[in-house]
């Protein structure tokens, strides 16, 4: 089980990923004062959040077109699409993930996730590439009660202890789909659990928060004692 030695998981990974928590912890402390995601004056931190959660590559060279939406590059593009997906999750922005009834919302979430993560001519990125991990990142940062963050560390724990059906290796083959299905496994694992006391683990950590934390030790703290 993914939370057998949760605690433990948590403790290592704050002590080797402390650049993580601060830039996190930083994040979260702006979101709770302000309470509005969506507004322009939060798209820094979410540049920010980003950048220290290793996207700065996939976002351009240069701190005006990562900042500065007048500069045309990263952040105009990161408004535009923030744009879009408002009107698909203004209901559920303030809610946690064991609030909202997520069949109801599984399309929207679907199709926000689609738009942040589409590539090609409306792409995110400077390069012609797809921005699903990027996607999963600032949907967390818009709300880290209801969303996940999926990279390859946590589509292999989901895929051992959920059956999701990400592929191994670094390329797990994320889509929108298979975000909500995710979601609701981790639902569904906290649930049993107990909601409470996997809040217990760490108080005063939204949960997806906590959830990343011990997917990333699952994967990659196992790999290395291999």
Do not use: W
């Not at 990923?17 to 994040?27: E, M, P, Q, S, W």
């Not at 797809?130 to 818009?142: D, P, S, Y």
């Amino acid at each position: 089980m993914l939370f057998q030695n949760a605690a433990a998981s948590i403790e290592r990974y704050n002590r080797l990923c402390l650049h993580y928590n601060l830039a996190a912890d930083a994040v979260y402390r702006e979101l709770r004062r302000s309470r509005a995601p969506f507004t322009p004056e939060y798209d820094p931190y979410l540049i920010a959040a980003l950048i220290a959660f290793d996207m700065g590559r996939m976002m351009g060279s240069g701190l005006p077109n990562r900042y500065d939406p007048d500069a045309g590059g990263f952040a105009r593009r990161l408004h535009q699409k923030l744009g879009q997906v408002q009107p698909l999750l203004d209901i559920i922005i303030h809610r946690t993930l064991f609030e909202i009834d997520l069949p109801q919302h599984a399309n929207a979430v679907n199709q926000a996730y689609t738009i942040l993560a589409r590539g090609g001519e409306e792409r995110f990125t400077e390069r012609d590439a797809e921005f699903h991990v990027g996607a999963t990142k600032i949907l967390h940062f818009l709300n880290p009660e209801l969303f996940l963050i999926v990279d390859s560390n946590a589509a292999q724990a989901l895929k051992a202890t959920c059956g999701i059906p990400y592929r191994s290796g670094s390329q797990p083959g994320y889509s929108g789909d298979l975000y909500v299905r995710s979601l609701a496994a981790v639902k569904a694992q906290i649930t049993d659990y107990g909601i409470e006391r996997f809040y217990a683990l760490e108080q005063g950590t939204p949960a997806m928060r906590i959830f990343d934390k011990i997917a990333f030790a699952y994967s990659a703290f196992q790999s290395e004692s291999r």
